[in-house]
C-alpha cells in the first residue's frame, strides 16, 4: 500500500502537485517536461519526479515525444467535444439517481462555496484566480457523482472529467459566472428533490460548455 511505502507515498505527493499544475495551466499543453527544473522547483529528487511522471504518462496526462522526452498532452477540439458527449449521457442521470441522497448541510455548503466564487467574477467574466472556480466545480460534480450510488458510474464520471480540465482553463475562461450560475441551478434543483430538473440543468451546463466551445473556435 502507498501509506506503508515512504517512497511511493512521496512519488504520489509529487504527482498531485504536478496534476494541479498541468490543470491550472502552469505546465501548459505541449511543454516538454525538463526533470531538472521540475526536481529544483518542487525541492525532490529525480526518483520520485520520475515516479509521478509515468503516472502522469499512464493516466494520458503526459505523452512521448521521441524516445527521450515527456510533454504535456494537447487536447484536440474532437476529442474534448466526444468526452462531453458521453458526460452528457453520464451525468444528468447520475444528478437524478442523487435526488435526495445528498446531505443537506453539504448541499448548503455547496451552494455557499458556488456564490462565493460567483461573488469574485469579474465584469469579463473571469476569476483572478481560476482554481477557486476549478475546485468549486469539481466539488458540485464529484459530490453528485459519489451521492448516485454507481461507484463505477463515479469513476468513469471523474475520469471524463480530469481530461477535459486542461482545455476547460485554457479555452474558457471567460465562462466562470456563467458556470457558477449553471452550477447554481443544479444545485437548487437537487434542494428540491426535483429529479427531472436536475438531470435537465445538468445537460444545460454541458451544453453550454459545447456551445461556448463553438463560439471560440468560430471567433478565431
Known amino acids: 500500500m502507498v501509506e506503508d511505502n515512504p517512497s511511493r507515498r512521496l512519488a504520489h505527493s509529487v504527482h498531485r502537485r504536478l496534476e494541479d499544475m498541468i490543470f491550472t495551466g502552469k505546465l501548459h499543453g505541449g511543454e516538454v517536461i525538463t526533470e531538472r527544473r521540475l526536481a529544483e522547483a518542487l525541492e525532490v529528487s529525480r526518483t520520485p519526479l520520475r515516479d509521478a511522471l509515468l503516472m502522469l504518462e499512464s493516466e494520458g496526462l503526459l505523452k ?77 460534480h464529484d459530490v453528485v457523482a459519489d451521492a448516485a450510488g454507481n461507484p463505477l458510474m463515479a469513476s468513469m464520471i471523474r475520469d471524463l472529467r480530469r481530461r477535459t480540465r486542461i482545455f476547460d482553463l485554457g479555452r474558457m475562461p471567460d465562462r466562470a459566472a456563467a458556470a457558477c450560475q449553471e452550477h447554481l441551478d443544479i444545485v437548487a434543483a437537487l434542494e428540491a428533490d426535483d429529479g427531472a430538473a436536475a438531470a435537465a440543468a445538468m445537460v444545460n451546463h454541458i451544453d453550454a460548455v459545447k456551445a461556448s466551445i463553438i463560439r471560440h473556435l468560430s471567433s478565431i
Open 64 to 140: 512521448r515525444r521521441g524516445t527521450r522526452y515527456l510533454e504535456v498532452r494537447q487536447m484536440t477540439v474532437p476529442e474534448y467535444m466526444q468526452i462531453l458527449n458521453i458526460r452528457r449521457l453520464l451525468e444528468p442521470e447520475a444528478v437524478r439517481l442523487s435526488v435526495g441522497r445528498i446531505d443537506r448541510a453539504l448541499l448548503a455548503d455547496v451552494r455557499a462555496e458556488l456564490e462565493a466564487v460567483l461573488s469574485q467574477v469579474a465584469p469579463d467574466g473571469k476569476l483572478a484566480d481560476p482554481e477557486v472556480g476549478l475546485r468549486a466545480d469539481t466539488r458540485l
